[in-house]
C-alpha cells in the first residue's frame, strides 16, 4: 500500500511538471515576456535548489551512508554518487539536438515571427519532447526531496515550477504561429510537463527497494548531482539570458536566504 508521505511526493511533481502549462497560458494571451521578474525568478529557482542540494540533500546523504558504511569509503561513494548524478543529468542533456534544447530563451514578442509554418510547428513538437525528457530527471528530484523532508519537497517543486514556466512557452510560441491554433500549443506544452510526475513515479517504482537506509542516502547524493546540474547548466544561464546579470545573482542569493531562513523556521 503507498503511505501518504509518498502520495504527498508524487503531487508535488506533478505540480511542478504543471508549471509549463502556465507558460504556454502566459506565451498565448500576455502581451509581452515580463523578462525582469522572470530573471529573477529563475535566480530564485537556482538559488534555492543549490541551497538545498549542498546544505541538506547531500549531508543527509552523507550521514545515512556513513551510518551503516563509516570511514572514507563510505565519503567516497557517496561522493560517486553525487557527482554521479551530475553525469546522468549530463548524458540526457547531450541526447537531445542543439535546435530544441530547452536552454535557449524564448519571448512572447516571438509570436510575430515570419518563418516557415511547417518548420516552426516540427520544432515546437520536438522541443515538446525535449522538455519531456528534460523533465524526468527534475520529476525525480522533485519526489525525492518530497520523501526526505515536506518542506524541502515544497520548496524543490516550487523552483521547479518557476523553472518549467519559461519551458511552456518554449513549447507553445512556436506551435502557435504556426497553427494558428491555441488549443493545441497549450495541449503540447501541458503534455511536456506530465513528464515530471511519470519520472517521480518511475523514481517510486525502480528505487523502491533501496529507499531505505544506505540506498536511501546514495540517492539523496544522486538527486543533489541532478539538482545542482539543472540549477548552473539550466536556471542560472536562462536567467542572465532573460534579464540583466545582476537580477539574476540578486534573485540566487534571495532563494539561498529564504531556502536557509525557512529551514530553520520550519523545522520541527
Do not use: C
Not at 42 to 67: C, R
Not at 143 to 169: D, K, R, S, T, W
Amino acid at each position: 500500500m503507498v503511505d501518504e508521505q509518498v502520495l504527498f511526493a508524487l503531487g508535488l511533481s506533478l505540480f511542478a511538471g504543471l508549471a509549463t502549462g502556465i507558460g504556454s497560458l502566459i506565451a498565448l494571451f500576455a502581451k509581452r515576456t515580463h523578462t525582469g521578474l522572470l530573471s529573477v525568478g529563475l535566480g530564485f529557482s537556482g538559488g534555492v535548489m543549490i541551497y538545498v542540494s549542498m546544505m541538506e540533500l547531500l549531508p543527509d546523504g552523507m550521514e545515512a551512508v556513513l551510518h551503516y558504511m563509516p570511514g572514507r569509503m563510505g565519503q567516497f561513494i557517496t561522493l560517486a554518487a553525487f557527482f554521479g548524478g551530475m553525469g546522468v543529468f549530463v548524458l540526457i542533456d547531450k541526447m537531445l539536438p542543439e535546435e530544441v534544447n530547452p536552454h535557449e530563451a524564448h519571448r512572447v514578442e516571438e509570436m510575430s515571427g515570419t518563418e516557415n509554418h511547417h518548420k516552426l510547428q516540427r520544432m515546437g513538437i520536438f522541443t515538446a519532447l525535449a522538455v519531456a525528457i528534460h523533465n524526468f530527471p527534475e520529476g525525480i528530484a522533485t519526489f525525492v526531496g518530497g520523501l526526505q523532508n515536506p518542506e524541502i519537497g515544497i520548496a524543490i517543486a516550487a523552483a521547479v515550477a518557476l523553472h518549467n514556466i519559461p519551458e511552456g512557452i518554449a513549447v507553445s510560441v512556436p506551435i502557435f504561429f504556426a497553427t494558428g491554433d491555441r488549443w493545441k500549443a497549450f495541449k503540447y506544452s501541458f503534455l511536456s510537463g506530465l513528464a515530471e510526475p511519470v519520472g517521480a513515479l518511475v523514481a517510486y517504482l525502480l528505487l523502491r527497494p533501496w529507499l531505505d537506509g544506505i540506498g536511501l542516502g546514495l540517492v539523496f547524493a544522486a538527486v543533489a548531482g541532478m539538482m545542482v546540474m539543472i540549477s548552473l547548466d539550466e536556471l542560472l544561464p536562462a536567467a542572465r539570458e532573460y534579464g540583466q546579470p545582476h537580477l539574476s545573482m540578486y534573485g540566487m542569493v534571495a532563494g539561498m536566504m529564504v531556502m536557509a531562513a525557512g529551514l530553520i523556521f520550519l523545522q520541527v
